[in-house]
C-alpha cells in the first residue's frame, strides 16, 4: 500500500488501520499514483478523526505545492475547517543522512532512477534499517540504499523487462548477491509477479499483498 495513492484510505478502512494514530507521511515522487489519495486522507483526518495535533509529510522538493493544489481542487471548502497544522518537509532529490524524521527517528534519502522527483528512503528505528525504493529503475543508488538493510521494500513492477523506470522480477531475481539487505519485500505488483516467484522462489525475497502482515 501507498500511503499518497488514491486507494490507501480504502485500504486502511477494510484492514482496520487506524489513521488516526499515523503521525508521518512519506512521499517517494510526484507521479499522481503516490499522490493523488492526499485529499481523501486529509477530509478524512478533518472530517472523521477531527485531528488537531500537527501532521508531518516528508517527501522531494515540489511536495508542498503538489499536496496542496490536490486538496484545494478537490475539497478547498472543507479545508477551511482544518483545525491542524499540515508540516511539510521538503528534500532535495540528493543523497542525504542523518535527516530527522521526529519521534526519535533518523533516515537518509538517495535519488532513484524514475522520475525527476524520486528518492527513496532508508529508516533507522530502534537499531533496525528499513529501506524503500519507490519506483525506480535498477541503479547504483538502489544497491547503496539496500546495503546494509534489515528489509527493503522494493517495487516490482513486471516478471521481465516493460515498464521502462521499474523493476522487474527477472532483473531482481539475477542480481540478488548485488542487494545487500537482509529480506526484501516486493510491492508495487502485478498477480503475474506473485505467481512466478512462488513457482521459482527465492530465499528471502516475498511478494506483499495488502494487509499482509510481515514480521522479520
Known sequence: MRPGSPTSLQAMIRF???????????????????????????????????????????????????????????????????SFDVRFHELEVEERRGVDGRYGMQFDVLPMEHHASSIGYRFHVDGARVAVTGDTAWCDNLKRLADGC????????????????????????????????????????????????ARVPVADLLATYDGMIFLP
Open 16 to 82: 482496520d488501520v487506524d489513521w488516526a494514530k499515523i503521525d508521518r507521511l512519506f512521499v517517494t515522487h510526484l507521479h499522481g499514483d503516490h499522490t493523488a489519495g492526499w485529499p481523501f486522507l486529509l477530509l478524512h483526518m478533518v472530517i472523521r478523526d477531527r485531528r488537531t495535533r500537527p501532521f508531518d509529510v516528508y517527501g522531494p522538493k515540489g511536495v508542498r505545492e503538489c499536496l496542496d493544489a490536490l486538496a484545494a481542487r478537490c475539497f478547498g471548502d472543507v479545508m477551511d475547517r482544518q
Open 150 to 197: 534489515d528489509v527493503l521494500i522494493a517495487e516490482c513492477t513486471s516478471v521481465i523487462p516493460e515498464a521502462p523506470g521499474h523493476l522487474c522480477l527477472e532483473e531482481v531475481r539475477s542480481r540478488r548477491k548485488g542487494l545487500g539487505a537482509g529480506q526484501i519485500l516486493l510491492v508495487h505488483l502485478t498477480d503475474a509477479v506473485a505467481e512466478e516467484l
